[in-house]
């Protein structure tokens, strides 16, 4: 007879408790609407898979469940009181909007390893000893001293090899708690190195979708420790949360990005699709450098026409967004920025960013509400 079999259910839950294998939630079989449900003849399965990770693994379909943003950060808060090590994963693509504000609060004393992800979308002319003292020093202005930052591509692999060996060295056999917000690839990332490890691919549930991990998934390191994949900790501000799963794909690179240059002066507009404007308010002609997904279409106009032009094309030629996003969508707030006389990246939250050659310039940028730019040493 299977274990599972000739238990009693109470209250829908198993007597015996089994967690579900692609999200860690709990098993019953009782509601539909909440976490971790079967139907009760899929307890006799080897491998239990609630009916939500199946519906998201064979028709990429995400159903609700009760969980808030609060419950999220109450899960994470336990590692507080855990002797671990902390694998906090950000997307390079939106650094600022993966970050998890309070981390320290969080997991307490525990050391902390930060995790640049989605390494293989840069150019390859990235200066990447720029970018992981960028990491490290924002990570700082954010109150958080991390032991070390690393460089990956969980799709690929790429900076593995080090991660591993780094890991290792940095845990001194404790536990590892891997924790992201929403869509940075953290599930990717443990896939990775489970695969790399013991063979076996896609251990446990990944999608483009955020918040599909609702519980800790426990993954021996040895006899006595263990990785932790953790639910991923939703931040409002990301883009992710605002626009359908088809013009995520396009906002989302899924190749090496293309530069493309656009030789301005003051008075001229740049559209990323209806996601963000760029106006040169004032300053000399140079070049500007646009690192974004090869899909997001970008325009120019004059910047007295740029209204006008913004409100005709939403949505059609100015797209994505598309319609369905524009519902959900908060609207474009202004900034204006001068930008020093040396070689400044513009970065926007969920989408690139801007490489302004020269500097000395007098820009307004506009994003959606609650999408915070931030300025750089060019990376390039």
């Known amino acids: 007879m299977d274990e599972k079999e000739g238990h009693d259910f109470m209250g829908g839950r198993v007597e015996e408790t089994i967690y579900c294998e692609g999200c860690g939630a709990v098993i019953q079989t009782e509601d539909k609407t909440k976490a971790g449900y079967v139907p ?16 998201l693994t064979h028709y990429n379909e995400v159903q609700d469940v009760e969980y808030t943003d609060d419950d ?3 899960m994470i808060q336990q590692i507080s009181d855990t002797n671990s090590l902390v694998v ?15 981390l320290k609060r969080l ?25 992981i003292h960028w990491m490290k020093k924002t990570a700082s202005d954010y109150g958080l001293k991390v032991q070390d930052v690393f460089l990956v591509s969980a799709t690929k692999g790429i900076g593995f090899e080090k ?27 443990i896939n990775q190195l489970i695969h790399r490890s013991s063979g076996v691919k896609d251990a446990i549930t990944t999608s483009y979708f955020p918040g599909t991990t609702l519980g800790f998934i426990q993954i021996p390191l040895d006899d006595t420790s263990y990785l932790y994949d953790t639910p991923g900790v939703v931040n409002r501000s990301q883009l992710v949360h605002y626009v359908t799963d088809k013009d995520l794909k396009l906002i989302h690179p899924k190749k090496e990005i293309k530069p493309r240059i656009y030789q301005l002066q003051d008075k001229q507009t740049l559209f990323f699709g209806g996601f963000a404007r760029f106006d040169i308010e004032k300053g000399m002609k140079q070049s500007f450098v646009c690192y974004f997904s090869n899909q997001l279409m970008i325009h120019r106009t004059k910047l007295e026409q740029a209204d006008t032009f913004y409100e005709k094309h939403i949505g059609e030629l100015l797209q994505p967004p598309s319609p369905a996003t524009l519902e959900q969508l908060p609207p474009l707030v202004a900034q204006t920025i001068k930008i020093p006389r040396e070689k400044t990246d513009i970065v926007i939250p969920g989408l690139g960013w801007l490489t302004v050659t020269e500097g000395g310039i007098t820009v307004t940028v506009h994003v959606p509400k609650g999408n915070q730019i931030t300025l750089r040493p060019a990376l390039i």
């Open 88 to 102: 906090k994963i950000v997307d390079i693509f939106d650094f600022d909007g993966s970050f998890i504000s309070g």
């Open 72 to 74: 999220y950060l109450r």
């Open 163 to 189: 991660v591993e060996q780094e890991l290792d060295k940095h845990r001194k056999h404790k536990d590892v708690y891997v924790v992201g917000c929403t869509n940075v690839g953290k599930s990717t990332f």
């Open 107 to 131: 997991v307490g004393n525990n050391p902390i390893v930060l995790i640049g992800n989605k390494l293989d979308l840069l150019p390859k002319s990235t200066n990447h000893n720029k970018l």
């Open 40 to 55: 009760k003849a899929a307890l006799a399965n080897q491998q239990v898979i609630c009916q939500r990770c199946f519906r």
